[in-house]
């Protein structure tokens, strides 16, 4: 009888592991089946969700002068989803305070942008694959938390205007930028430059160009080479001089200059007859000149007198011219 009870313990011991291995893998099997249907349910909400997306985005895309348009100001993006990549024909992106905070890296795939305005945003990054974009001839990612520019923007071989304004930490960019051949327009205000890159100063095309509010404190000895150059801010910097070279400048008729630490102005500017509009204005300069009575003049042109500069900054020289004479003529007496 014992070992009838010890046979019989054995299989009643089989059996029950038998059982528990058959119910383990039946939950296993269930537990498979629940994920791959939850899976499959992620895939068809996901599937909803974009097609949800892609509808409310192509709601905002609207047909310009011939151009499609992606238009969406003061809403809730901090992303732009993969679902975008439907609507491939879009030639501009105007997305303003919608809180954007990446550029994606499908943006590459859209090789019609024309214009790509993104400004006044939280983006931090411009992703390399913004190379691809070779019709882009707008880019502007003013007031944003950009801090580095990747050198594939060179390859926007058709770039003419490119808008970096108000990004704080900006303080260099890639020497690639000087392949930029038809760049005319170039804000680089309100960021941490401590001198004009050598790569801006290769720009063929430059024409207008707005380093106001950095911290410049020199000018380049080859700035003379921005033939083209019509219009120059420089504006709050700390700019101490101005180098003779700035004379040769034969296009520039707009130069802002206010509230620097300027304190003198080359006497060769006197021989810029093309410079129009010319500011001075808070800056400690030697002299202490004021401009002639001018009674006899309109009060317009009292206006330009005060608004331009240009007058005061011809007195100043000749003053200057006069005042270094007669330093000169003492000095020879008493020899």
Partial sequence: MTGVAA????????????????????????????????????RLTGAWEDRIT??????????????????????????????LVQIIQLQEWQLHRVGLQKIP????????????????????????????LTRLRELLVSYNRVNSVPEELGCCENLEKLELAMNRNLDELPSQLGNLKKLFHLDLSMNQFTEIPDCVVSLPALEWLDMGSNQIQRLPDDLHRMDKLHTLWLQRNELEYLPDNISR???LDTLVLSSNRLR??????????????????????TLE????????????????????????MHHYINESRKRGYAVLNVHCVHR
């Fill in 105 to 132: 890296h499908f943006i590459g795939s859209f090789e019609n942008l024309i214009v790509l305005d993104l400004s006044r945003n939280a983006i931090t990054e411009i992703p390399k694959e913004i190379g691809k």
């Fill in 264 to 285: 003198d102005i080359p006497g060769l500017m006197e021989g810029m007859s093309n410079l129009r509009f010319v500011n001075f204005r808070d800056n400690p300069l």
């Fill in 7 to 42: 046979c019989f313990g054995s299989v009643s011991s089989i059996k029950a592991l038998w059982e528990t291995r058959i119910k383990k893998s039946k939950e296993d099997l269930q537990k498979q089946r629940d994920l791959r249907d939850k899976a499959a349910v992620g």
């Fill in 289 to 312: 000149v004021s401009l002639p009575d001018a009674n006899a003049a309109l009060g317009e042109e009292d206006d330009d007198r005060e608004m331009f500069g240009r007058d005061f």
């Fill in 54 to 83: 892609l509808a409310k985005l192509k709601e905002r895309v609207y047909t310009e002068e011939g151009r499609l348009i992606l238009r969406i100001e003061k809403e809730e993006w901090k992303t732009l989803p993969p679902a």
């Fill in 249 to 251: 400048m034969r296009s």
